[in-house]
């Protein structure tokens, strides 16, 4: 059975950095993608990052959060990360990391329906 786990998000002030994990039980890892999502009340899920978990791990972003959040991975350990810096209020969401796209490229990451696994999501809070 196949879980996914996610953990540190909370609440921060604006400008703030957080690291959230997402590790992964029961998974065998393919050359599949990996991705952040996140959601605020009263809006749409959003994609906000992907990563290949192939040899060469390809990563994408929202254009929000591009040059400010970094995915990545440690395949040994089964874990994703996205170290988040620079906050904004904006960012407040539940962050959900989601698995088993057969592939990020062509905008394909950022489709949730695409992801077989998701985890429970992690709470982001940024106060300004």
Known sequence: QVQLVESGGGSVQAGGSLRLSCAASGY???SN???WFRQAPGKEREGVS???TGAVGGTHY????????TISQDLAKKTWYLQMNSLKPED???YYCAGGATHCSGGNWKLGD???YWGQGTQVTVSS
């Open 62 to 69: 929202a254009g929000s959060v591009k040059g400010r959040f």
């Open 50 to 52: 992907g990563i290949f």
């Open 28 to 30: 065998t890892i393919r």
């Open 33 to 35: 993608c990996m991705a």
């Open 92 to 94: 407040t969401a539940m």
């Open 114 to 116: 695409k992801y077989t």
